[in-house]
C-alpha cells in the first residue's frame, strides 16, 4: 500500500498539511531557540556520516523518527548563518517572508527553463530585476537576469566577453592558438580563477594587478598590463573589477576601469556580491559613478537583501551578447513566442531554472524597501561602533580601513609580531560557539574579519561578542 504522502487525495493532503504543520512549528522553535546552539558546529569529520545507515529505508518511517533525526544528528552537524553572532565570510541571511517564499516555491515545484513552461516566473523576474536595477541606480539600459550565485555570473560574463571578443568564433572552433587575456586586482575573488580556468583562458592569463595602500586597483598598472599584452601579441579580454572585496571590502576604481576599457575594447565585468546592495542607500549612491562604463555587474540578494540563498541578480548592458553566447535551440525546446519573451534558460549556463523570483518579490513586498534600508544602516552602525572601540583600544588594532560593515583587525604589531597570537584569537573564537569570524591573510600578515550583517544581529551580540574577544586575550597575552 502507497503512503498516504505519495497520494494527492484527501487522506495524502490531510498527512500532508499535519506534517505541514510540525515543519512550520519545528522552524518556528528553531529560531526561538537559536542562541543556544554554537554558532560553528563542534562535530569533527564523519561524525555525523557514521550515525546514518548504509542505504534508503524500503519501508517508510514515522515522521517522529524523522524529526528525532533532525533534531539529534542534523542540527548538531549545521553551522547556524541565521545565528545572530554569526560574523564570518559574508552573510547568507534570510528573514521570515522569504522563508515563506520558499515554501510556496516548493510548492507549486515548477521548473521555468522557458517563458512557456512558467510565463509569471520569467515575467516576475523581468520586473524584479528593473526593480533592482532602479532600487541601486544602476544604468536604466540595462537588463538582469537571476543567477543561482556570483560565481556563477561571472563565468557567465567571462564566456560573453569570450565570445564577443573572439566574434563568436572560440564557442565553434576553440581558441586556435589565440591568447586572451583577463585582468583583475589581486584582491579578487576566488571565483574569478575558477572562472578563467572554467572558461578555458588558462589562468596563466588571469593577470593579477597590483593595488594601492587601500587594497583598491591601480588604474595605471591596469593600462600598463594591457599596453604590455598588446605588445606581445596576446588579446586583452575583460577587466573584472571588485565592489567591496571579500578580505577586506575594497573598492576598485570603477570609473577610471571604465575609461580604460572603453579605450582598448575590453569587456568590463563588476563583482558587487556582497556590497552592491548598499548601493540602495542614498548615501553611497556616489559609488555607482562609472558603471554606466561597465558591460556586466553582479549582486547577490541572499548575501545582504534578506532574500534566502540563493539569488543572484546580473545584470548586462547588451542583452543580444548574453544570449548569443548562451543560446541553442533544439526542436524539442522550440517555442512559438521567439523575440516577444525572455527565455531565460539562454541567459546563463543552466537549462533547468528554479521560480527564485517569488522569494526577491515576496520578501521585498513584506518587508518594504525603507525597513531594509533601515536595517542596512544599523548593520553599519555596528561596525562603526566596533571601528570606535578599535581606535581606542591599546591591544588590538584595525587592519584595514572599515568598509560598509566590515571590520578588520588584529592584535598589534608589538604584541603579535608573528601574527600567531592573532591566528589563535581567531580559533579561540570560533571554538568557543559563541562567535564566528573568519581568520584572513593579506599582504602576508593576517587578520580576523567582523562582519555585522546577519539578519538579527543587535547591540547587545557585539558587546557579546567583543567580551568573549577580550577573555580569550586575557587568557593568551599578559594584559
Avoid at 540563498?309 to 544570449?323: G, H, I, K, M, Q
Avoid at 527565455?343 to 528554479?354: K, V
Avoid at 521585498?364 to 536595517?375: H, P, S, V
Amino acid at each position: 500500500m502507497e503512503p498516504e504522502l505519495f497520494q494527492n487525495n484527501e487522506d495524502g493532503r490531510k498527512a500532508f498539511s499535519e506534517l505541514g504543520s510540525k515543519v512550520i512549528d519545528w522552524i518556528v522553535d528553531y529560531y526561538k531557540r537559536i542562541e543556544e546552539f554554537p554558532v560553528r558546529s563542534k562535530v569533527a569529520p564523519g561524525d555525523v556520516y557514521r550515525q546514518f545507515p548504509d542505504s534508503f529505508p524500503a519501508q517508510p518511517i514515522r515522521d517522529d523518527e524523522v524529526f528525532r533525526v533532525l533534531n539529534e544528528v542534523i542540527i548538531p552537524g549545521m553551522t547556524h548563518w541565521q545565528h545572530p553572532q554569526f560574523y564570518a565570510f559574508f552573510p547568507g541571511n534570510t528573514s521570515f517572508p522569504s522563508i515563506a517564499a520558499e515554501m510556496i516555491t516548493s510548492g507549486i515545484a515548477a521548473q521555468c527553463m522557458i517563458w512557456e513552461s512558467s510565463p509569471v516566473a520569467a515575467e516576475l523576474e523581468q520586473r524584479c530585476m528593473e526593480w533592482c536595477r532602479d532600487l541601486l541606480g544602476l544604468p536604466k539600459n540595462w537588463e538582469g537576469v537571476i543567477q543561482d550565485t556570483a560565481s556563477t555570473a561571472t563565468l557567465t560574463a567571462l564566456l560573453t566577453a569570450r565570445e564577443w571578443k573572439s566574434g563568436y568564433r572560440v564557442s565553434k572552433r576553440g581558441f586556435e592558438g589565440t591568447v586572451y587575456r583577463i585582468y583583475c586586482s589581486s584582491q579578487a575573488h576566488s571565483s574569478v580563477e575558477k572562472a578563467v580556468r572554467l572558461a578555458g583562458f588558462g589562468t596563466d592569463h588571469l593577470v593579477q594587478i597590483q593595488v594601492d595602500e587601500n587594497l583598491s586597483l591601480i588604474p595605471e598598472k591596469l593600462e600598463s598590463a594591457i599596453k604590455e599584452d598588446l605588445k606581445n601579441g596576446f588579446v586583452p579580454t575583460c577587466v573584472i573589477s571588485t565592489f567591496g572585496t571579500t578580505s577586506t571590502g575594497a573598492i576598485d576604481p570603477v570609473n577610471e576601469i571604465s575609461d580604460i576599457t572603453s579605450r582598448y575594447g575590453l569587456w568590463h565585468h563588476v563583482d558587487a556580491a556582497y556590497a552592491g546592495t548598499a548601493l540602495m542607500l542614498e548615501e553611497f549612491s556616489f559609488l555607482s559613478n562609472g558603471l554606466e562604463g561597465a558591460d556586466s555587474f553582479v549582486f547577490n540578494p541572499h548575501k545582504w537583501m534578506f532574500v534566502q540563498f540563493d539569488c543572484t541578480a546580473y545584470f548586462v548592458r547588451e542583452p543580444d551578447l548574453l544570449v548569443r553566447t548562451m543560446s541553442i535551440n533544439p526542436s524539442y525546446l522550440a517555442t512559438v513566442y521567439g523575440d516577444r519573451v525572455n527565455d531565460y534558460r539562454d541567459w546563463g549556463i543552466p537549462l533547468g531554472r528554479r521560480f527564485r523570483a517569488l522569494k526577491l518579490w515576496m520578501t521585498l513586498q513584506l518587508l518594504g524597501i525603507d525597513a531594509i534600508k533601515e536595517r542596512l544602516r544599523f548593520h553599519i552602525s555596528l561596525a562603526k561602533g566596533i571601528e570606535e572601540k578599535l581606535i581606542k583600544d591599546r591591544v588590538l588594532e584595525i587592519a584595514y580601513p572599515r568598509s560598509f560593515n566590515i571590520i578588520t583587525f588584529r592584535i598589534k604589531r608589538e604584541i603579535d609580531d608573528d601574527g600567531r597570537l592573532t591566528k589563535q584569537l581567531s580559533l579561540e573564537i570560533n571554538e568557543s560557539g559563541k562567535a564566528y569570524m573568519t581568520h584572513a591573510v593579506v599582504q602576508e600578515r593576517g587578520f580576523i574579519r567582523w562582519v555585522t550583517g546577519q539578519t538579527y544581529t543587535q547591540e547587545r551580540h557585539v558587546d557579546e561578542a567583543w567580551q568573549l574577544i577580550y577573555q580569550i586575550l586575557d587568557r593568551i597575552i599578559s594584559i
